[in-house]
Nanobody, 125 residues
Framework: QVQLVESGGGSMQAGGSLRLSCVASVYSISPYCMGWFRQAPGKEREGVASINSDGITRYAASVKGRFTISRDNAKNTLYLQMNSLKPEDTAMYYC????WGCGSGTPDTVNFRYRGQGTQVTVSS
């Protein structure tokens, strides 16, 4: 069982930046595909970004060029740097993990086995 705990959410004005963190309670996240997805009220879940065990990253088109996913395996921590935030980025953001790889598709196609409780990001105009 992998437990994931997110932090770093908050309220921000459009154009600002936030960095989300996710600490995993597992011996090592090294072999895991890690990612972030988000869900806003009344909207479908959206895969935001993924990073595989080799450090290869993929992004949703809606965040590409603004968000950066990274991982620190030594700290068992996943990050999401969010820049140039927009009101439409407002959502609950969830950290997720999958032991069996990210696959070759977009973050939406990853079948994440584990997820955290989420951290709220609110962007005002």
């Amino acid at each position: 069982q992998v437990q994931l705990v997110e932090s770093g959410g908050g309220s921000m004005q459009a154009g600002g930046s936030l960095r989300l963190s996710c600490v995993a309670s597992v011996y090592s996240i090294s072999p895991y595909c890690m990612g972030w997805f988000r869900q806003a009220p009344g909207k479908e879940r959206e895969g935001v970004a993924s990073i595989n065990s080799d450090g290869i990253t993929r992004y949703a088109a809606s965040v590409k060029g603004r968000f950066t996913i990274s991982r620190d395996n030594a700290k068992n921590t996943l990050y999401l740097q969010m820049n140039s935030l927009k009101p439409e980025d407002t959502a609950m953001y969830y950290c997720a993990a999958n032991r069996w790889g990210c696959g070759s598709g977009t973050p939406d196609t990853v079948n994440f086995r584990y997820r955290g409780q989420g951290t709220q990001v609110t962007v005002s105009s």
